[in-house]
């Protein structure tokens, strides 16, 4: 497989690129993955990048958005910080992807039985985690299907903050960043948010 050229990149829909993701992840639920060279993709990307697509996930070990979406180099922008939260940085490394270098998908991908979730669920103070952490706050206090046992040892509601994390997340990447959303009224991206489950490996899109 060859990495992207701006030609190829530039013929890449929204949709097309999603399609992509989500085509990438049955291959790595099948164990089929694409055959790539990759030190020739090192060579093909030495002078360029093109990459159709910006995956904002966890640092998590299991969560490597180029592996569970069998992507090679040169294919993704991956960003990646516990708990998928959002800051200025993060906002302007998506607005960098999208606005100058013509990525065409944002995915805000969470996890199922996140750490870091699990830690804001415990209320968890230690150095800079505590300020970390208290990013994923609102997300549980919108989580209110959860009556009793709200904490990180009940993964139902762990994975069920997870999610609304993802979404907080993506309102907002649209809140906050005018040029990604004038981007995606525009039709020129679109924003996604999927959850990984680390036990099966499948990627669930919403």
Known sequence: MWAHTKETQDKITPKQALEFLK?????????????RNLLMQVNQTSEGQFPFATVLSCIDSRTSAE??????LGDI??????????NDDILGSMEY?????????????GHTRCGAVISACDKVKLGHI???????????????TTASERNGQNFSFVNKVSKINVGLTIDQIRQKSPILSDLEKAGKITIAGGIYDVETGEVTFF
């Not at 606005?99 to 065409?104: D, E, I, L, P, R």
Request: aromatic share 6%; hydrophobic share 45%; charged share 15%.
């Open 23 to 35: 085509e990438g992840n049955i291959r790595f639920l099948s164990n089929l993955k694409v055959n």
């Open 67 to 72: 592996l569970i979406f069998d992507q090679g």
């Open 97 to 109: 992807a999208c606005g100058v270098a013509n990525s065409k998908v944002i995915v805000v991908l």
């Open 77 to 86: 922008f991956s960003i990646r910080i516990a708990g998928n939260i959002l």
């Open 130 to 144: 505590t300020g970390l952490l208290s990013k994923i706050n609102p997300a549980i206090e919108n989580e209110t």
